[in-house]
């Protein structure tokens, strides 16, 4: 007998469930995609036009779905905001489509540590800024309704090139003192989702929380020193102020999610900007 197709919604369709759908589309999964504007989303995608913080627009979400993914992502940097997004969409959507398989996309945020200590998934979360307690606020009410928590760390790949960006113009960290930098491409997003549905399709455990961050925390100054001379920003342009940090100093310890086996399609910084920048 021919095993069904799983389904999956996916709920804040942005760039990284844009990603995931596609494979898992290619792999014969049905995917919904959910987001305020669908125009987006590409084929074979199932689009549904819905608003994550209006329960009435989520009444005719599918229930019956395997999987869900909550991936949304916030448009401002603000309190209530935040809240809006990461702790009532949660519940919006448990509400509306109940999942036993029900995945909810954190970040290394929720850490508060500022003294480039090697955190994991047993540290301490104690998050010094509205951000990360938001975010963890979200973990709980996920994990509450037997949700797994997956945390990435600094996000970076196509369109997303803020620190590119301020290489280029010449804002750079100081060398001292140390603040460590951790990172994870979009395509290693969409591809430890992928492995981790694909582990609890199989019915492999996977449950609690994951950490999700490249096998090579840096000092921040060093990585824009290399992107410094791989942009061929010339010495004296390299005198502006580094972007202000919230994530603090820390070092992101992916030894869980890789005990699972996932391998990591870009390991360290060097890998994943030379696929960005190409010839640059």
């Not at 669908?38 to 999987?67: E, K």
């Not at 949304?72 to 009532?88: G, K, N, P, Q, S």
């Amino acid at each position: 007998m021919k095993t069904p197709a799983k389904k999956i919604l996916i709920a804040g369709c942005g760039d990284i469930g844009t990603r995931l759908g596609l494979q898992l589309a290619a792999q014969g999964w049905k995917v919904y995609a959910l987001r305020r504007n669908t125009s987006a989303l590409p084929p074979p995608l199932i689009a549904i036009g819905a608003d994550l913080g209006d329960p009435a627009s989520l009444r005719a979400l599918p229930g019956d779905v395997d999987f869900v993914l909550y991936t949304a992502t916030a448009a401002r940097f603000d309190e209530a905001h935040y809240r809006a997004v990461y702790v009532d969409g949660v519940r919006n959507v448990l509400a509306a489509s109940p999942s036993p398989n029900f995945f909810f996309v954190s970040s290394s945020a929720v850490y508060g540590q500022d003294d480039g200590a090697w955190v994991n998934e047993e540290s301490a979360t104690a998050p010094r800024h509205f951000n990360g307690r938001v975010m963890l606020e979200g973990e709980h009410v996920a994990r509450a309704a037997g949700g797994v928590c997956v945390r990435f760390s600094g996000i970076y790949g196509p369109r997303r090139t803020r620190l590119v960006d301020a290489v280029r113009r010449g804002q750079l960290a100081p060398a001292s003192p140390v603040v460590f930098s951790n990172r994870i491409h979009v395509e290693d997003c969409a591809g430890v989702l992928a492995h981790l549905f694909a582990r609890r399709a199989a019915g492999d455990e996977v449950r609690g929380v994951y950490l999700a961050s490249d096998d090579a925390p840096a000092p921040l100054a060093e990585v824009q020193r290399w992107l410094a001379g791989r942009l061929h920003v010339p010495a004296g342009q390299r005198t502006g102020a580094a972007p202000v940090r919230r994530a603090g100093s820390k070092r992101c310890d992916n030894a869980l999610i890789k005990k699972h086996g996932y391998r990591f399609l870009f390991p360290d910084y060097k890998a994943g900007y030379r696929a960005m920048l190409g010839a640059d």
